[in-house]
């Protein structure tokens, strides 16, 4: 049986040796211990050479490589992006010790949910066939005490949606007027064959644990 190294109190997540669950909103107050032990569990990580992503792979779930393999299954609304790029810097972190990342969206990646299932490894990322991405930029709330500090928020927050969006830039096919139309429309949600065919995605995972998508179109 996995041993389970942390089930938090906030139940927003389980990880169980080299699995993370992502099962609620990424919120500040709760998931101090989410970062803390992803930390800790890639520093335990062996240094190999860093993955080199092939041309077809036949499934996610057969390599035969040395590199070590990170699951994250996604099932999330989303919530603050100061936790996605916590989390996205420790990936990274993860990749250059040569890690494999597979993500798996379970049913609903929504906002950073969605930014944090495109960023595994390419030919990696998952999708249950009745699961769907949306994505948005958001909301921000200010508070300020000066039309001069009203300004330089407001230029931070616009700064944080260009962020948003050359993520999406770089690791899907998404033309940057789609990109720029799903971050200011609310209420858009991708299904799984969009989300292939923009490249959110390199795999469906049908009923009976069929697979499509890339090495098999």
């Keep these: 049986m996995a041993k389970i190294i942390s089930n938090s109190k906030a139940k927003n997540y389980i990880m169980e040796d080299n699995s993370i669950y992502i099962l609620d909103d990424f919120e500040l107050n709760s998931t101090n211990e989410l970062i803390g032990n992803i930390s800790a569990m890639i520093r335990e990580l062996p240094v190999v050479p860093i993955y080199e992503s092939k041309s077809t792979i036949i499934s996610p779930y057969n390599t035969t490589d040395e590199n070590p393999i990170i699951d994250i299954f996604i099932d999330s609304n989303g919530g603050s992006t100061r936790v996605l790029r916590d ?35 390419p030919g990696f990322r998952i999708m249950a066939h009745d699961a769907e991405h949306m994505i948005h930029f958001g909301s921000s709330s200010i508070y300020a005490e000066s039309q001069q500090m009203m300004e330089h ?9 260009k962020i948003v969006n050359k993520k999406y830039e770089t690791y899907t096919k998404l033309p940057k007027d789609k990109i720029e139309e799903l971050t200011t429309t609310e209420g858009r949600f991708l299904t799984a064959e969009e989300c292939l065919k923009y490249n959110l995605c390199d795999w469906i995972l049908g009923e009976n644990g069929q697979l499509t998508g890339r090495g098999t179109r």
Excluded: F, P
Aim: a positive charge; glycine letters at 6%.
């Design 87 to 121: 989390i996205s810097t420790l990936l990274n972190y993860a990749k250059a010790k040569g890690a494999i990342i597979r993500t798996t969206v379970l049913s609903c990646a929504y906002s950073c949910g969605s930014l944090l299932a495109i960023q595994g490894t």
């Design 153 to 161: 928020l407001m230029e931070r927050s616009l700064n944080n949606k």
